[in-house]
């Protein structure tokens, strides 16, 4: 997807995302600080980001990536916007009829009576081959 031309990349991006470089050839990915660092332009070069916690609106985080020509000229920029989504497992842990969504008690499972807890059935069957 880089523009002719185009023989390094450098990445930037807010501060919600974290970004990482994995070269070919290479098992750890590069940690990509907020701007200024620039990697070769090869393939089976991957950028790798992700969000940590919710966004506070619609497209609140971007990364932008700047492709450069031999000698470091500026060729063209592509960026992407991003919204973090938060996912929460929200369940009756004490058993009591109401879906809490702070119950102390959905970190950890008792078994009994007196339990408290969440069940989760997971269907692991076949139903399309």
Known sequence: AAPAGAVAFG?????????DVLL???AEPEAVPGAGM?????????????MS???SEVNDNKVTVSF????????????????GVGISLDVDA???GVVEKNNPNKASWAWGPEG??????????KEFP
């Open 11 to 19: 990445v930037k991006h807010t501060d919600g995302v974290s970004v």
């Open 68 to 83: 450069y020509a031999e000698g470091g000229k500026p060729i063209n920029q592509a960026g992407v916007f991003l919204t």
């Open 38 to 50: 620039r990697w070769p332009l090869d393939e089976g070069t991957v950028l790798r980001f992700s």
């Open 94 to 96: 004490d058993q009591d």
């Open 53 to 55: 916690r919710a966004s």
């Open 116 to 125: 408290h807890g969440a069940i989760l059935l997971v269907s692991c069957d």
């Open 24 to 26: 070919r050839g290479r």
